[in-house]
């Protein structure tokens, strides 16, 4: 039975059954990375949005159990153009189609995605339907749904209740916290395991707190630093998280990533913008304003900050896209505040930055201890 | 980058092209001149190989077309005082030039500056013990080796060695000389080869990593630390075979994000080790069980595989390699693909590329056809679409062999027994028996067991032969660098079965479709590449859209700014068909395309296509055996006696009317495939198979073989008039293909009138044809007698030759023409190009003009072979075409012209020592001649019985030297110790002495000794050592200073 792919201006791309048969509603971005799907699909900040892979041939490798970033599938649907039905990797556990499947989320496959990637490019990202249905219906559905800048995301992704990642990985709370150079409170707004990994590797503790703690609370763990972690949605509907990120500042050495860069440019009085289609993949170019040095980087993320807004409010621009001249990294070093756009844990994506780990690790003093 | 400015640099091509060092170093060297003239630089270029593009004067500020030594580069920086030199550009050779540069001091003593990659760098990449050491402090893993640097140590590593292993000769390129070794006695002979092979002496074992998987990282690197990774690509042939060998599917498909993240970390690592400057290229083996890898080798420069990861991605590596060596950094380049983003990025596909090496082994079948770590392919192809699959049977579509699917007669007809072996040992044909054998229903596991290629491949070529049509496709999607992320302008472009189309053509201009020369193999090289560019130039010139079909991803008519509209598909009909319905086009041009484009002439015209130019029957009347006899009967011109025949008895029957010897060969094929000089009934009865299979329902033809001097003509005609660019005269009398020979511009030896009736054969042939274009005749000259052997009714292997050494844009004209402008309005006319006065001499159409027009040069072509990569193949000179490159010589007079070609073509030329003479009867007093002009030239003499006892008898001074086996000193052995400096041997016609003569020629032909097989050659190689004795001024001057007339250049000497 065909699958449609109903966009809200009602274009209709008809494609074969991918994963769960059932509805599935979302944003439609495109990542350019030609590996990865198994991370991106369990990266929180996909939540609320089908993804469409560019490169072709998708599910090469299968799906593995080492490689995921959260606990389940966080994109609403997949959209590809061939999903693989014979994968081959060491790793893999099962296809790419049976893994969907078992996760209940849904996806299309067999339609020109790019075309489809063209269209998002010059359009717009927008929401759209994956239905085995009627596709006017769905037309219906996409006119009365809530549009993906409107919802709290972050609430439905972070952890209820706080959690630790040590040497050994995630791990209760309470665990005992011995032989570690230094702790790290991470402010769940839909963290990567892999920034909890590489954290861990480097010898660092991670206590990762849910999206509403409040400063006071985040202190009360007496971590060496703060990092605010990716995630998904409007940063301007994040005020909770805003306002605990303005108290931290100046208390305690902070790191943002992602969302977490956005997050620290609102706390510093910036402001965010949509992006027409975004930046998601693994080959962004990013500038680095001191050192001249251009790094490539994974990215994925859909607002970015506002340069113009950053003036006057003591912090300084010091990364930019070298494609389109977005903010990627904003430091305020006299509150010990620094964060970038990008990804340093990669996952998927190059490597490149993941000295941003022991930087900070270093910034908070504690590296070689 | 530097504390000085840089204004001008010399780029160092990369000389004729070999097995492992082919077209792709001309896209590379064009891009790079290119690049560098946009910053504004003046560029000064050396190479010996005149098929390039990169040799053409509007290419360079000045082009030295010279031999690619020390000696000639040193003259050229001295007369040029570059502040700089660009190596990495020009291949191994380029490369290993730069080394001997350095070494020599040279660069040292003209203050020239090495740019890109240091010395030390390319030094610790190359150098395989450096490397290691290297690798062991950045712990990266390289797998356990030794370095052997004599005999004694590589017998007494062959007591302890892991086996199998493998060799790996340093400084060598296609991995010339190594191997796999099974056995102590393999490592044993394999490793002496590669010592001798080895600029330095010096090879390296190391444990086999046989059925690893095989990956290769394209990566760049600028001054400023800056790294990226252009493409990594995955071969299907697991480790074991050379990458050049390998089919290759980018990006990588088998690997997961933290492998392929593993794997690029490393890639870049290590080339922040080395601190390379501009394109590299890293190949790792990877376990495909686990997280395991090797580091196994790293190119410095740009190479064969960065040409494919550039077509492959877009990104046009060389043009940046090049910004980079002169010290700009990636984010200071435009991308300029998309124009609105920079260089420094890495690309994303969104399609899947697949490579497919084109082997020699249709001609030479006799040839160890089983790959190794040697490459032996000439060329490639690479097919893109949205899925492995159809990609796949895009690029066997487009390889021009026989199988145009996955069936493989061959292999249908083995039993399971004989399949098992064809699907575990690699050949050039494992990818049908892989087919086969799943078709065979053969699990994908066992055949995985059996060929150790990924279940990922197997799984669809499994889906491919259990009956997954071929789509139907109907829409054009663009190569963009970006996945369609950002709107991109390039004109590049390949057919697939997705709805969207990314291009709707303008239909602003009129639009000509130039159809490519597919994948480079012998008989068709670079040459006709050349052509193609020039064509697509010229036809925008007129004010035509060009736009071109090409599947061949080593070449500059690949490159996406070559014409206005590049489709990279097979050159096939079909495809040719729906390019020119998608753009309308207003006509095809297919005269430049070698034979793989003229033989769609009949279905294209036929399907209403347009052919611009020479017509499709005047083509059959050139190539049809039977119509092209009418033509020269009608004419009155004199031709070999013969005739095509369609059975052995007919055959026999015309060979007994006009007596053996007699050429025997199929009609419509290039490069004279199953060509063969027959001598009695049994021969031809043999042969006539081979010949009738390779010429399928056309005719086989069978002439009487004339052993005179053979030369050939270019033309220009357009319908009436015929312009010759040039008359060449072939070293080797008849019998060596054209291809083979050497030749040189002007004639030499030919006489007065024979050249006359040589231009009027010409002219009274094309006007006859109505031949618009170009068209090129081969002949057999007596004395005054000419006789016409062939007509070919398109562009030719020599109009870059020519192109250059007469200073004339013969492509250029023939376009015009084949559009419909005349010779006459363009300023020519019938008769002979006369470059010294630019103008056209009517010599041979006026009877009053008595001389054919002196240029002012000699420039002597010489074929150069890729032997040393080929094992079991017959080094001999015959019909059949063997060479795989040219070099050319120019200079003022013919044996200084000779010198130099001699010099460029990589033999290893003598000037002293022992030489080895073993001819037949008949050339024996031929080569009494030459044996005295070695001996006044200071060689000894030795010689097998036979040939001794004539010169005995003659007076010269021999000493006589055992046959195989016959005593324990004898001409193997001598050949084996390099007591030999040069073989002279003529094939004689017993089978019993050739069984060993061509053991002996191999011998030389894997020492790197030269073999020569034709007297011919060998009297041209005395004239040039006769030319250095009485030490004759031989020039280094750049293309256009020779071309102006004599005295003009003696004057500013």
């Known amino acids: 039975m065909p699958k449609h792919l109903v966009l809200k201006d009602g274009t209709v791309y008809t494609g074969e059954p991918l994963g769960s048969d059932a509805d599935a509603m979302g944003e439609v971005v495109f990542n350019t990375g030609m590996t990865g799907y198994q991370e991106i699909l369990s990266d929180p900040s996909y939540a609320g949005q089908m993804v469409l892979f560019t490169y072709p041939l998708i599910g090469n490798y299968g799906i593995n159990d080492d490689d995921f970033e959260s606990e389940r599938v966080q994109a609403a649907a997949m959209i590809v153009k061939e999903a693989a039905k014979h994968p081959s990797n060491w790793r893999s556990k099962k296809t790419l189609d049976d893994f969907l499947r078992e996760k209940g989320v849904s996806g299309i496959q067999g339609i020109d995605t790019r075309a489809l990637t063209k269209r998002l490019r010059s359009s717009g990202v927008t929401m759209g339907m994956i239905t085995s249905g009627d596709p006017s219906e769905a037309l219906a559905k996409l006119a009365s749904a809530r549009d993906y800048g409107e919802r709290n995301f ?21 665990a005992a916290g011995d032989g570690y150079k230094c702790k790290v409170a991470v402010l769940d707004l839909g963290v990567k395991y892999n920034i909890l990994r590489r954290f861990a590797a480097l010898g660092c503790r991670s206590v990762v707190l849910p999206q509403s703690a409040g400063a006071p609370e985040i202190l009360g763990w007496k971590p060496d630093g703060v990092v605010i972690s990716p995630g998904p949605g409007d940063p301007k ?120 780990f022991a930087e900070f690790m270093e910034s908070i003093g504690t590296a070689g201890a | 980058m530097s504390d000085r400015q840089l204004r001008k640099v010399l780029v160092l091509g990369s000389g004729p092209i070999i097995i492992g060092q082919a077209a792709e170093f001309d896209y590379a060297g064009t891009q790079a001149c290119r690049s560098l003239r946009e910053e504004g630089l003046e560029v000064i270029l050396i190479n010996s190989n005149p098929a390039t593009i990169m040799t053409d004067t509007e290419t360079a500020d000045r082009v030295y077309i010279e031999p690619l030594t020390v000696e000639f580069c040193e003259r050229v920086i001295d007369r040029e005082r570059p502040d700089g030199v660009l190596a ?88 010339t000389g190594g191997g796999v070794a099974r056995s102590p006695e393999e490592l044993i002979e394999i490793g002496k080869r590669g010592l001798s092979l080895s600029m330095r002496s010096q090879i390296m074992v190391e444990r086999s990593l046989l059925g690893w998987k095989e990956v290769e990282y394209e990566v760049m690197r600028d001054s400023a630390d800056n790294c990226i990774t252009i493409c990594n690509m995955e071969n299907l042939d697991p480790m074991g075979v050379h990458t050049g060998d390998s089919i290759v599917v980018a990006p990588s498909q088998t690997l997961s994000d933290v492998e392929y993240h593993i794997l690029r970390s490393a890639s870049l690592k290590i080339i922040r080790a080395l601190g390379v400057e501009g394109g590299c290229n890293v190949q790792l083996a990877v376990n495909p069980h686990s997280f395991d890898y090797y580091v196994i080798e790293v190119n410095p420069r740009v190479s064969r595989s960065s040409a494919l990861a550039s077509k492959a991605t877009g990104y046009p590596i060389a043009r940046v390699s090049a910004k980079v060596a002169i010290g700009k950094t990636l984010d200071e380049i435009e991308n300029s693909i998309t124009k609105t983003t920079k260089a420094c990025f890495e690309p994303a596909l969104d399609y899947c590329v697949v490579k497919i090496p084109r082997w020699p082994f249709d001609k030479f079948t006799a040839g160890d056809a089983r790959l190794t770590t040697q490459m032996k392919a000439t060329g490639e192809v690479m097919a893109i679409d949205r899925s492995f699959e159809d990609a796949l049977m895009k690029a066997i579509r487009g390889l021009e062999v026989e199988q145009k699917d996955l069936r493989h007669e061959g292999f249908e007809k083995l039993s399971d027994e004989e399949l098992e072996s064809a699907v575990t040992e690699p050949t050039h044909e494992r990818l049908w028996a892989l087919a086969e054998a799943l078709r065979r229903g053969w699990s994908v596991v066992r055949v995985n067991v059996l060929s150790k290629v990924d279940p990922w491949f197997l799984e669809r070529i499994a889906a491919l032969v259990a009956g997954r049509a071929e789509p139907n496709r109907t829409s054009f999607k663009m190569v963009d660098t970006c996945a369609g992320e950002f709107e991109s302008r390039t004109p590049y472009y390949y057919c697939t079965s997705d709805p969207e189309d990314d291009h709707i053509p303008s239909q602003a201009k009129r639009t000509i479709l130039v159809l490519g020369s597919g994948p480079i193999r012998i008989g068709q090289g670079i040459e006709f590449d050349y052509s193609c560019v020039h064509c697509a130039k010229a036809l925008q010139r007129e004010g035509y859209r060009a736009v071109i079909l090409n599947n061949n991803p080593e070449t500059v008519s690949t490159d996406f700014d070559t014409a206005d509209a590049l489709y990279f598909d097979p050159v096939t009909f079909e495809d040719a068909i729906r390019v020119m319905e998608h753009e309308s086009v207003d006509g095809v041009m297919l005269q430049f395309g070698g034979q793989t484009a003229i033989n769609l002439a009949r279905r294209l015209s036929n399907a209403g296509a347009k052919i611009i130019g020479t017509q499709p029957t005047a083509i059959e009347r050139a190539e049809d055996r039977d119509m092209f006899e009418k033509v020269l009967d009608k004419l009155d011109i004199s031709r070999p006696e013969g005739a095509g025949v369609k059975s052995v008895d007919e055959a026999l029957a015309v060979a007994q009317r006009i007596g053996y010897p007699v050429l025997v060969r199929p009609s419509f094929v290039l490069g004279g495939r199953a060509m063969e000089i027959v001598w009695s009934d049994d021969e031809m009865r043999s042969f006539i198979k081979s010949a009738a299979r390779v010429s399928g329902d056309a005719p086989v033809l069978v002439d009487k073989y004339l052993p005179f001097t053979e030369a050939e003509v270019d033309a220009i005609c357009d319908g009436t008039d015929t312009l010759i660019p040039g008359i060449m005269e072939h070293i080797e009398r008849a019998g060596v293909h054209s291809g083979d020979s050497m030749a040189v511009y002007p004639a030499v030896n030919l006489s007065i009138d024979a050249q006359k009736e040589m231009v009027r054969i010409t002219a009274a042939i094309a006007r006859e044809l109505g031949a618009k274009g170009m068209m090129n005749v081969q002949f057999v000259v007596d004395g005054d007698e000419v006789y016409v052997l062939e007509v070919n009714p398109r562009g030719s292997r020599t109009v870059p030759y020519i192109s250059k050494a007469a200073n004339i844009p013969m492509v250029s004209i023939a376009t015009k023409c084949a559009l419909g402008t005349t010779l006459a309005e363009q300023g020519y006319g019938s008769g002979v190009w006369d470059p010294a006065n630019g103008t056209v001499s009517r010599f041979g159409i006026d009877p009053n003009v008595m001389t054919p027009p002196d240029p002012g040069l000699f420039a002597v072509k010489a074929p150069v072979f890729s032997f040393q990569k080929l094992s079991l193949v017959e080094p001999s000179l015959g019909p059949e075409m063997k060479s795989t490159g040219e070099v050319l010589g120019v200079d003022l007079t013919f044996s200084a012209a000779l010198l130099k070609a001699i010099t460029a073509s990589n033999l290893d030329v003598p000037s002293g020592g022992t030489a080895l003479l073993t001819v037949r009867d008949q050339d024996k007093p031929e080569a009494a001649e030459i044996a005295a002009e070695l001996v006044s030239l200071g ?37 084996r110790d390099r007591r030999i400096a040069i073989l002279i041997n003529t094939p004689s016609g017993d089978r019993e002495a050739e069984a060993e003569a061509l053991q002996i020629r191999c011998a030389c032909v894997e020492r790197g000794i030269p073999c020569l097989t034709s007297l011919d050659t060998a009297r041209a190689l005395t004239t040039a050592l006769r030319a250095v004795e009485r030490g004759e001024d031989v020039h280094c001057l750049h293309i256009e200073e020779y071309s102006k007339s004599q005295e003009d250049v003696r004057m500013k000497l």
């Open chain 1, 154 to 174: 972050v609430e439905e992704v972070s952890a209820p209740a706080p959690y630790a990642w040590g040497f050994e990985g995630r791990e209760p709370i309470d």
């Open chain 2, 88 to 175: 990495t550009l020009g291949g191994q050779t380029g490369l290993n030039l730069a080394t001997k540069l350095a070494s020599a001091g040279i660069l040292e003593k003209y203050g020239v500056l090495l740019l890109g990659t240091s010395l030390a760098a390319i030094q610790k990449a190359e150098d395989r013990e450096m490397f290691r050491q290297l690798m062991h402090e950045i712990q990266e893993p390289v797998p356990e080796s030794w370095i052997v640097e004599n005999v004694d140590e590589l017998l007494e590593l062959s007591k302890n060695a892991p086996y199998p292993c493998i060799i790996r000769p340093a400084y060598t390129l296609g991995g």
């Open chain 1, 237 to 356: 509907n994040l005020s909770r998280a805003i306002g605990t990120v303005k108290d931290l500042l100046g208390a305690i050495p902070i790191f943002g990533i992602c969302l977490g860069n956005q997050m620290l440019a609102h706390a510093l009085g910036g402001s965010t913008f949509k992006l027409k289609f975004g930046h998601r993949g693994s080959n962004h170019p990013v500038k680095d304003l001191r050192t001249g040095r251009v790094t490539i980087t994974s990215q994925n993320h859909g607002y970015a900050v506002d340069a113009e807004s950053l003036v006057g409010s003591g912090a300084e621009v010091d990364q930019l896209n070298l494609n389109d001249g977005t903010v990627e990294g904003i430091r305020a070093d006299k509150l010990r505040a620094r964060s970038i756009q990008y990804h340093p844990e990669a996952a998927p994506g190059p490597w490149d930055s993941r000295p941003y």
């Open chain 2, 939 to 975: 060689f000894d003499i030795v010689a097998t019985a036979g040939t001794h006892a004539y010169l005995e008898e003659q007076g010269i001074e021999a000493r006589k030297i055992a046959k195989i086996g016959k005593a324990e000193d004898n001409l193997l052995e001598a050949i």
